[in-house]
């Protein structure tokens, strides 16, 4: 497990190190990890019990089924599949966790494959140091080995990744006030260190999605789809900082400038009489001032805004990727198919857990049968529990007119397809139910205006701590009465326009695509968890 480790590592700094984002110019360099622990330290115990499936009722016949069922307008033609990237189960993924190892899967690319296949014969005598007849022939790999994780590790990177962006969020805000306001705040935020004392970030919730784009177009409006929830802004908006001053003072000098001359009111015996004020926006109670230095104002958030963009936000990239890998993370195995970074695939990981209820597959059942109608629906039980007992109504799929089973990719499609709208199970469920759930992380590009949620946005308006003089004119006298007022600089909210760490957990049946990848994967684990 230690050379699991480092290769990992290997691969991920090669990627980084050959590739590059905008405004990020390599991805820093990853920590290395001494050991990876036993199965039995992770997993809860030294010898984890495997479930087992329990007894079933008496399940119908082709028969029972009517027949006026077995046609219909129902009976759909299945759609041109082109696969790309699937998985399989390896015949040995049973029992493995028992005798402390990892259970793995098979993933591969059906192009490769292909390419292979063509040329098997020639392929097996170069395998075996031959040169073939005809020469040498291309012969691609196309099969990679990947352990399953644990959902526990990667729900605790999906709150890293969370985190990570909180804390780019919040570096950028603060550097932005503070250097915009930097006379008064400087010595408040970066001297005195006032703050919240850390970020309060909630756990992710683990939650399979399916888009729309993940199965064929006939089965719209039958097959529930969702989008990640990433929630990628803070869980609170405060009036101090949540990081630590060292994370936006640096490099911050403290300035005195004349930035504005303060306008006024004049109250004779309680009514105001006049004001002398600008023209900029403000809130608060007093006036605008009679002079503000806008330009100054709008170059020191300019400012704020570049030092962002090319300090922090590397190192968001680089906290974000830190979560995903040991030493934070002991027991997920990240594979890099092809790269983590923008637009060339996703990180993703097999994800498995020790839950032994049986509810989600009962309601998949249900939830298949009566979006489905027709046979589906009697015969929906039958085929999502088959591996229990075999069941002679699944010979209704087998009939000549039927349009239902298919070999590439295999077992009844429409069945198939719901079984992406399946949660995370454990390594036995996974091979009895012919699917598997993979966490999945990947940059894209966004474009915010932040804070995202409407209700933090006036928490966050870029202000300057301005400040009003008032007179007040009675018998007594004129008193001269300080009222505070801020001058709201633009471009109000900051802008984002940049990639972001995402994550899902999406659920794929045995044989069938899986989404977001491409290309072929970065790294194989075979070598080191056979």
Known sequence: ?????????????????????????????????????????????STPTLPTLPTLPPLPSISD????????????????????????????????????????????????????????AACRQQQQGKTPAGGAVSCPQYEW?????????????????????????????????TNLNNTSMVPVNCWLGLGMGGLDTNSATVKTTVDSSDFPDVLAGKIPTSTPENDLHLDSYWPLPQ??????????????????????????????????QGDDAVTGPGVAPIYFNMDEARQRVLDAMEHAATVYYPQYQAD???????????????????????????????????????????????????????????????????SVKRAGGLDVFSLPFRKDLLKSPPGVW??????????????????????????????????????EPLYAKPLRTLTFFAGAIDHYVDFSGVHEVPVPTGVLVPPYNLPFLNYRVHYTWTSVPEGYDIPRVSGTPAFDYGSVVR
């Open 65 to 120: 089924v009517d027949p006026s069922l077995l046609g219909g307008t129902k009976n759909d033609p299945p759609p041109t599949y082109t696969r790309k990237n699937v998985f399989s189960f390896p015949d040995e993924r049973l029992g493995v966790l028992t005798k402390g190892k990892w259970p793995i899967m098979e993933v591969i690319n059906v192009e490769k494959q292909a390419e292979w296949q063509k040329n098997a």
């Open 243 to 276: 990081v630590p001053s060292g994370d936006f003072c640096d490099d911050l000098n403290w300035k005195i400038n004349f930035m504005y001359l303060p306008g006024g009111c004049t109250y004779i015996f309680g009514i105001q009489a006049f004001c002398l």
């Open 320 to 386: 974000a990727l830190a979560e995903m890998l040991p030493p934070k993370r002991k027991a997920l195995f990240m594979l890099p198919w092809n790269s983590h970074l923008p637009g060339q695939g996703a990180m993703v990981a097999p994800v498995m857990n020790q839950d032994v209820s049986l509810t989600q597959f009962t309601d998949l059942s249900q939830r298949a049968g009566d979006a489905l109608g027709y046979v589906y629906k009697l015969t929906s039980p039958l085929y999502y529990f088959q």
């Open 145 to 177: 080995t990947v352990p399953l994780s644990l959902e526990s590790e990667s729900k605790d990177a999906a709150t890293g990744i969370r985190k990570a962006w909180q804390r780019f969020e919040d570096r950028y805000w603060w550097r932005a006030q």
């Open 1 to 45: 497990m230690r050379r699991l480790a480092a290769l990992t590592l290997a691969c991920c700094a090669a990627y980084a190190g050959a590739q590059s984002i905008p405004g990020l110019t390599t991805v820093p360099g990853l920590p290395t990890l001494p050991a990876l622990p036993s199965v039995g330290d992770v997993w809860g115990g």
């Open 414 to 451: 429409k069945f198939e397809e719901f079984k992406r709208t399946l949660g995370p199970s454990n390594p036995v469920y996974y091979d009895l139910f012919g699917y598997a759930t993979w966490f999945q992380t990947w940059n894209q590009l966004d474009a915010a205006i932040l804070p």
